[in-house]
């Protein structure tokens, strides 16, 4: 290519062009307009050589039709200088004319003045990926997508059963990694033997199968995982040691073919976890699980899994006053999110929130969340410096390992005070193993964030948790327990209880959901810390809320 520098990259390009298989390596010279490109991508893709010319424009011939304008205007804005990187999934044509899923992640080199010189990267081929898991033999999760994305595209309908291992950890603590494996190869078996026609089992995430038929139909799988459930725990043996197993599992059936291949996979976890952690291994079919019409509320789901992957843009929050028990006053805030979209109006939040919450995507949806809530209230600040903003946290992204890194950027980036911040760990999140818990409020706390314990009361061990993460501020108490606290003794000795030993471990009482006066009445009494409720206001964006707060200082 001609300079050293040149030299310099084509030496790196070298190194790394033969390392891997199914990913390909190019550099183009943004300025001569000219791109070398490694041999197995040449060989691959067809490409007229090595070296070509206006690579861009012949490039983009190979990308899908359907794709190539997103394309080319990605890479537009790189080769204008507007952004350093470039990273897409489109399809490509191969040699063989057969298209294929690739991911291209791309950098811009700028010259010494700060000009787009070079666009180098790599492109990853998802079709030369295995689909086989090394393990059990089975086709894996990503055989899993693109079986389910032909179904789809031929509009072949059929009953997905998601089944795992309740205790799986426990195995492997007790007999090694090993043993799990074979554990994991004898279920495989289990599974392939029991399923045999017109039906695919896959090895899937972690301990989790997927068996996917269309020879039966929902009725005859019920009955098919009941027999599954008893012959596993009663005959699955390794090296002639019987060995203890609970199924859960969970139940899908995919006749809507506007639902993506993803979406169906979040529902499939949402129905497993709900079987593994709420009714001991009982199969719970998806459809029976949620609260909109069954049709429909795929389709809402779906929508709002693609807004996610797009960037969040029918998202918004909703702020909820908090206020001081006692003297009314507005201490806090609690972000709420909300969706909304022309075709399908205003969905719930608690409705969409558990079935996404095991999805892959939520992470990106709460960094949303709190990067949004964090910009909007900031500026209330500046009147409020003590009021205290609450976001809430899923599972999704307490489980993910960056999540800390990335909360002190958002901090970083918006310039949110630590002290300000409060986050409160919703229900689910008390499905996590508490050690990893307790190690994330040591740091929270550390930095001088609050954390709230929410729907107390409610859900499983609430008590646990107080015992075993000593870093709660602030308990919530769920307004289960509210709704009819004038009229229930019962209730009114369980909020007083509750407040009475919050109060006596240093925790501070938030009571929600607090809807009348005599309501309110009620429960001073019980000196909690603070209100939330409709009496005050219902959840409302900033620019209401601003309105809000100055009617309230009028009167
Ligand atoms: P939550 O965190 O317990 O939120 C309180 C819910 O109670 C909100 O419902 C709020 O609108 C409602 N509420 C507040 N005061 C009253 C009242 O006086 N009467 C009645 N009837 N209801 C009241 P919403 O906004 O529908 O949220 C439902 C749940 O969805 C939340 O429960 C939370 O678990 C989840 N959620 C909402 N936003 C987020 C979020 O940004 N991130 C995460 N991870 N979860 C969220
Ligand atoms: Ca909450
Ligand atoms: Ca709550």
């Known amino acids: 290519m001609g300079t050293k520098q040149d030299d310099i990259l084509e030496a790196i390009f070298y190194a790394l062009s033969s390392a891997t298989e199914g990913t390909y390596y190019f550099i183009s010279n943004l300025k001569k307009k000219r791109s070398r490109w490694s041999k197995e991508a040449v060989e691959f893709f067809g490409l007229p050589g090595e070296f070509i010319d206006e690579a861009g424009e012949i490039w983009g011939d190979y990308v899908h039709p359907e794709d190539r304008e997103s394309f080319k205007k990605d890479v537009e804005s790189c080769i204008k200088g507007e952004k350093d990187i470039h990273i897409m999934t489109?399809?490509?044509?191969?040699?063989?004319?057969?298209?294929?899923?690739?991911?291209?992640?791309?950098?811009?080199?700028?010259?010494?003045?700060?000009?787009?010189?070079?666009?180098?990267?790599?492109?990853?081929?998802?079709?030369?990926?295995?689909?086989?898991?090394?393990?059990?033999?089975?086709?894996?999760?990503?055989?899993?997508?693109?079986?389910?994305?032909?179904?789809?595209?031929?509009?072949?309908?059929?009953?997905?059963?998601?089944?795992?291992?309740?205790?799986?950890?426990?195995?492997?603590?007790?007999?090694?990694?090993?043993?799990?494996?074979?554990?994991?190869?004898?279920?495989?078996?289990?599974?392939?033997?029991?399923?045999?026609?017109?039906?695919?089992?896959?090895?899937?995430?972690?301990?989790?199968?997927?068996?996917?038929?269309?020879?039966?139909?929902?009725?005859?799988?019920?009955?098919?995982?009941?027999?599954?459930?008893?012959?596993?725990?009663?005959?699955?043996?390794?090296n002639d040691c019987r060995v203890n197993i609970l199924l859960s599992g969970g139940l899908f059936s995919f006749d809507d073919f506007t639902v993506k291949a993803h979406t169906v996979y979040s529902c499939l976890k949402y129905a497993y976890y709900e079987s593994?952690?709420?009714?001991?291994?009982?199969?719970?079919?998806?459809?029976?699980?949620?609260?909109?019409?069954?049709?429909?509320?795929?389709?809402?789901?779906?929508?709002?899994?693609?807004?996610?992957?797009?960037?969040?843009?029918?998202?918004?929050?909703?702020?909820?006053?908090?206020?001081?028990?006692?003297?009314?006053?507005?201490?806090?805030?609690?972000?709420?999110?909300?969706?909304?979209?022309?075709?399908?109006?205003?969905?719930?939040?608690?409705?969409?929130?558990?079935?996404?919450?095991?999805?892959?995507?939520?992470?990106?949806?709460?960094?949303?969340?709190?990067?949004?809530?964090?910009?909007?209230?900031?500026?209330?600040?500046?009147?409020?410096?003590?009021?205290?903003?609450?976001?809430?946290?899923?599972?999704?992204?307490?489980?993910?390992s960056e999540f800390l890194t990335k909360l002190f950027e958002i901090m970083e980036e918006v310039?949110?005070?630590?002290?300000?911040?409060?986050?409160?760990?919703?229900?689910?999140?008390?499905?996590?193993?508490?050690?990893?818990?307790?190690?994330?409020?040591?740091?929270?706390?550390?930095?001088?964030?609050?954390?709230?314990?929410?729907?107390?009361?409610?859900?499983?061990?609430?008590?646990?948790?107080?015992?075993?993460v000593p870093d709660i501020d602030i308990i919530k108490v769920d307004r289960t327990f509210v709704k009819d606290i004038d009229k229930s003794e019962i209730y009114q000795a369980i909020v007083e209880g509750i407040t009475n030993t919050a109060n006596k471990l240093h925790r501070k009482v938030c009571i929600e959901g607090v809807e009348t006066e005599q309501m309110k009445t009620v429960l001073q009494k019980y000196s909690p810390a603070s209100f939330q409720g409709y009496l005050y206001s219902k959840p409302i964006p900033i620019k209401e809320l601003k309105e809000w707060i100055t009617d309230e200082k009028k009167s």
Not at 178 to 204: I, Q
Not at 322 to 328: I, L, S, T
């Open 276 to 400: 593994r952690d709420l009714k001991q291994g009982e199969l719970v079919i998806f459809d029976n699980q949620v609260s909109l019409e069954d049709r429909k509320s795929m389709r809402i789901i779906s929508a709002i899994r693609e807004d996610i992957v797009d960037g969040c843009k029918d998202f918004y929050m909703c702020y909820q006053p908090v206020m001081d028990a006692q003297k009314e006053r507005l201490i806090g805030l609690e972000s709420l999110v909300r969706w909304q979209n022309d075709k399908y109006g205003k969905v719930e939040p608690g409705v969409f929130i558990p079935i996404l919450e095991t999805d892959t995507n939520f992470y990106q949806l709460g960094n949303w969340i709190l990067r949004q809530s964090m910009l909007e209230v900031k500026p209330l600040l500046q009147v409020y410096p003590d009021l205290q903003l609450n976001i809430n946290l899923s599972y999704a992204q307490l489980e993910k």
């Open 90 to 238: 489109y399809r490509v044509k191969t040699k063989s004319g057969k298209y294929v899923e690739c991911t291209c992640n791309a950098k811009v080199i700028r010259d010494d003045d700060g000009n787009p010189l070079y666009l180098a990267g790599s492109i990853i081929s998802h079709g030369a990926q295995s689909s086989i898991d090394r393990i059990t033999g089975l086709r894996n999760l990503y055989g899993f997508f693109n079986d389910m994305k032909r179904k789809r595209q031929k509009e072949q309908s059929c009953i997905v059963l998601l089944t795992g291992i309740s205790k799986f950890a426990e195995i492997n603590d007790m007999y090694g990694y090993t043993f799990g494996n074979l554990v994991l190869k004898e279920l495989a078996k289990f599974l392939t033997d029991k399923f045999s026609s017109y039906t695919t089992v896959y090895r899937m995430e972690g301990t989790k199968f997927a068996v996917v038929t269309e020879a039966m139909t929902l009725e005859e799988m019920q009955k098919a995982y009941l027999e599954l459930q008893q012959e596993v725990s009663r005959h699955l043996r390794v």
């Open 415 to 468: 310039e949110f005070p630590a002290e300000n911040l409060c986050l409160e760990l919703t229900e689910r999140c008390r499905l996590l193993d508490m050690k990893l818990v307790k190690q994330i409020t040591t740091v929270l706390k550390g930095e001088g964030i609050k954390i709230a314990l929410d729907d107390f009361g409610t859900g499983f061990s609430s008590m646990e948790i107080i015992n075993a």
